[in-house]
């Protein structure tokens, strides 16, 4: 069975400074989502990593994939108010199923 | 805004009672997955219908069905309901994943989710 390990769980940090976000997974699977959350709201699409190697860009936001190491990271740059929110990775099984097995969430707070 | 649509927004029921939760897909997806989303759950997969049949089925309860319908709306039923039914209900769409081939995304978009409350 596919577990997805994020950590920390709890981020809080100051604007301005810099961070990364781990996800761990547990099989082999080539294609890993990052999804933001507001309270209360709907996850919104990050970033699509879709082979290994992959970086990905937006903004304050860089994601990258190793499919070898089952880890992917998600770094902050100078982090400013609007970033807070909850991040979530999600890998996709696999093969013809393609459901996707998230982490538990990390919830970032970013204090002026 | 993703393109994928849930009603109601919200539901309050009381426990032992029935409910039908309804997603539209955005247009031209054929893929229509179901998710809960808890406290002490997290996020986790239901079910996967894709052009009206069954793909996959995760950790639902035998209480909960699913059905994708003819136009590719899907309709999740939660029946003889209990306190711990009580979550965030997302449905997703994607592209059809054989389309898309390859390396291309099959990137699920979230609806706006249905908040079920039992008490």
Redesign the interface.
Same mark, same amino acid.
């Not at chain 1, 393609?98 to 969430?105: A, D, I, V």
């Given at each position: 069975e596919l577990k997805v390990e994020q950590n920390p769980l709890f981020l809080s940090m100051q604007e301005g400074k810099n961070y990364t976000i781990y996800c761990n997974y547990s099989t082999t699977s080539d294609?890993l989502?990052w999804?933001r959350q507001d309270p209360? !709201?709907?996850?919104?699409?990050l970033f699509?990593l879709?082979?290994n190697g992959a970086v990905k860009q937006e903004g304050r936001l860089m994601a990258s994939l190793d499919t070898k190491a089952r880890l992917s990271t998600l770094h902050i740059t100078a982090a400013v108010h609007d970033l807070s929110a909850t991040y979530?990775c999600?890998v996709?099984s696999g093969g013809?199923?393609? !459901?996707?097995?998230?982490? !538990?969430?990390t919830l970032l707070t970013v204090n002026p | 805004d993703s393109g994928v649509t849930q009603t109601p927004k919200h539901l309050i029921t009381a426990t032992g009672q029935r409910v039908t939760l309804r997603c539209s897909p955005r247009s031209g997806d054929l893929s229509v997955y179901w998710y809960q989303q808890s406290l002490d759950q997290g996020l986790q997969f239901l079910i996967h219908y894709y052009n009206g049949e069954e793909r996959a089925k995760g950790n639902i309860l035998e209480r909960f069905s699913a059905q994708q319908f003819p136009d590719l709306h899907s309709e999740l039923n939660l029946s003889s309901l209990e306190l711990g039914d009580s979550a965030l209900y997302f449905c997703a769409s994607s592209v059809d994943p054989v389309v898309g081939g390859g390396t291309a995304s099959y990137e699920q978009y979230f609806g706006p989710g249905t908040r079920l409350t039992v008490t």
């Open positions: 294609r989502y999804y209360g !709201k709907s996850l919104e699409s699509v879709l082979s979530f999600a996709e013809s199923n393609y !459901k996707l097995t998230f982490g !538990k969430g | -």
